[in-house]
């Protein structure tokens, strides 16, 4: 199995920027095509960006697509999220998670693995 930690989250105007970083330890990283989610309280976990396991696929939600950037790099066993362009509305817990297959998805039932997540704040 592996086991994921994400940091980078904070407090931000709006129109500002943040970097993820989603830090996977255990089986080998480059065996999970990985995803990116949030939670805002109140709502439902909803699906953010994913990428496959090479990195050569990637899919965003429209609410994140031309502001946000999803990136890997397997040497490093590293996830990351670009967020540039922040709106009040980006504000929620994000989380990275996994699953060990080729390809990714926006079903967030279908991951196996989660980190704790990370605060994301967006003022206005």
């Known amino acids: 199995q592996v086991q994921l930690v994400e940091s980078g989250g904070g407090l931000v105007q709006a129109g500002g920027s943040l970097r993820l970083s989603c830090a996977a330890s255990?089986?080998?990283?480059?065996?999970?095509?990985m995803g990116w989610f949030r939670q805002a309280p109140g709502k439902d976990r909803e699906f953010v960006a994913h990428?496959?396991?090479?990195?050569?696929?990637?899919s965003y939600a429209d609410s994140v697509k031309g502001r946000f950037t999803i990136a890997r790099d397997n040497a490093k066993n590293t996830l990351y999220l670009q967020m540039n362009s922040l709106k009040p509305e980006d504000t929620a817990v994000y989380y990275c998670?996994?699953?060990?297959?080729?390809?990714?998805?926006?079903?967030?039932?279908?991951?196996?693995?989660w980190g704790q997540g990370t605060q994301v704040t967006v003022s206005s």
């Open positions: 998670a996994a699953r060990p297959t080729t390809y990714s998805s926006t079903l967030y039932y279908t991951y196996d693995y």
């Open positions: 255990g089986r080998t990283f480059s065996s999970y095509a």
């Open positions: 990428i496959s396991r090479s990195g050569g696929s990637t």
